[in-house]
């Protein structure tokens, strides 16, 4: 399958972090930290609460956590389980939450995802440049720890990006485009001359609301979700996209 049929080719790629590149503790994280909180510290609220060690699951954090800013990330969890006094709560688990998954990436419990790293490669040799664009601001940790070495190249993967604008407080959060408007001036490109790799819907509705090329990278059984936003092609592994399309300015599956 392909789309995005127009002259000339790609001359941008931005990539998402977390969940496109590598399969980050973001999720364990948030729900280990929120745990730590309501069995200690906030266990005094705790039975006014919804939450409970089973309610946090992995559709809580892909549909309404997955891809925003830690204070966005944590105000939604907290609204969800309906916990009191939220400014301040909100405040002290995004805080707490931090505190833990520098440890986990310290500790080196997270992986690359080889198909999206030998694909990031891949559009760097095809001359196209590559830029970096995640809400989290522990993006370039992790890129660091990725070598290249077993791909076949040298350094670590956020060497390999040409333009990483992860982590900054942007005004506006996605589903705005703002994040991947300012990769694409960054890359000194044209949003229409550009495309974004995300795994998340509200990912996906940034990256067609900046009118970029969207490849949807479903690695949380998502495939509608993400094609129902829009998506130009939805992959459950980077290696099936057709990289030679690209410089046909096509989206396309091999």
């Not at 190249?153 to 990006?161: D, K, T, V």
């Not at 001036?185 to 995300?198: M, Q, S």
């Amino acid at each position: 399958m392909s789309s995005q049929d127009v002259s000339g080719g790609f001359r941008g790629a931005i990539f998402d972090v977390d969940g496109v590149l590598v399969d980050s503790p973001h999720e364990e994280a948030w729900r280990q930290s929120l745990q730590e909180l309501m069995e200690g510290p906030w266990s005094d609220i705790r039975a006014q609460t919804t939450w409970t060690p089973e309610a946090f699951t992995p559709e809580l954090y892909h549909q309404r956590m997955s891809g925003k800013p830690r204070k966005a990330g944590a105000t939604a969890a907290l609204e969800y389980f309906g916990v009191p006094d939220l400014d301040r709560r909100v405040t002290e688990y995004g805080e707490h939450k931090q505190e833990m998954i520098i440890r986990l990436i310290t500790d080196g419990k997270f992986s690359a995802y080889d198909d999206a790293v030998r694909f990031v490669l891949a559009v760097k040799n095809a001359g196209i440049p590559v830029a970096a664009a995640s809400s989290s601001k522990n993006a370039k940790l992790f890129l660091e720890r990725v070598d290249l070495g077993k791909y076949g190249g040298s350094g670590n993967l956020h060497e390999a990006f040409d333009v990483d604008v992860s982590g900054r407080d942007f005004a506006q959060g996605k589903p705005h485009p703002e994040i991947f408007l300012t990769a694409a001036k960054e890359l000194g490109v044209d949003p229409h001359d550009a495309f974004v790799a995300e795994d998340a819907t509200n990912g996906i509705q940034a990256a067609k609301a900046g009118e970029f090329g969207a490849i949807g990278v479903s690695r949380a059984d998502d495939v509608d979700a993400l094609a129902a936003e829009g998506a130009d092609i939805v992959v459950t592994d980077m290696g099936t996209i057709d990289v030679a399309a690209l410089s046909s300015h096509r989206l396309a599956t091999t």
